[in-house]
Nanobody, 123 residues
Framework: QVQLVESGGGLVQAGGTLRLSCVASRGTFSGYALGWFRQAPGKEREFVALISSLGTNIYADSVKGRFTISRDNVKNTMYLQMNSLRPEDTAVYYC?????????????????WGQGTQVTVSS
């Protein structure tokens, strides 16, 4: 069983930056595929960025070039650096872990989820 805890959300102006963190407070995700997802009010949860155990990344088109996903397997921590934030990035951001190495854009393929952290970008 892996327990994930996110932090780093907040309120920022358009064009600003935030860095989200996700730590495995119980268990480890060092060998697993990980992802950041987000859910805006009234919308489906969507994938934002994925990272494999070896550091291969996949980004949603909407965040490509602005967000960077990374992980530190020793610290059991994953990060999402968010630059040039836009009002449409406003959402609750969740980190998630699979129980295998293969990346997936499908939220239903992720077994473990954090509680979410709110990101609000004002115009």
């Amino acid at each position: 069983q892996v327990q994930l805890v996110e932090s780093g959300g907040g309120l920022v102006q358009a064009g600003g930056t935030l860095r989200l963190s996700c730590v495995a407070s119980r268990g480890t995700f060092s060998g697993y595929a990980l992802g950041w997802f987000r859910q805006a009010p009234g919308k489906e949860r969507e994938f934002v960025a994925l990272i494999s155990s070896l550091g291969t990344n996949i980004y949603a088109d909407s965040v490509k070039g602005r967000f960077t996903i990374s992980r530190d397997n020793v610290k059991n921590t994953m990060y999402l650096q968010m630059n040039s934030l836009r009002p449409e990035d406003t959402a609750v951001y969740y980190c998630a872990s699979r129980t295998q190495r293969i990346l997936s854009r499908n939220k239903n393929d992720y077994a473990y989820w954090g509680q979410g952290t709110q990101v609000t970008v004002s115009s």
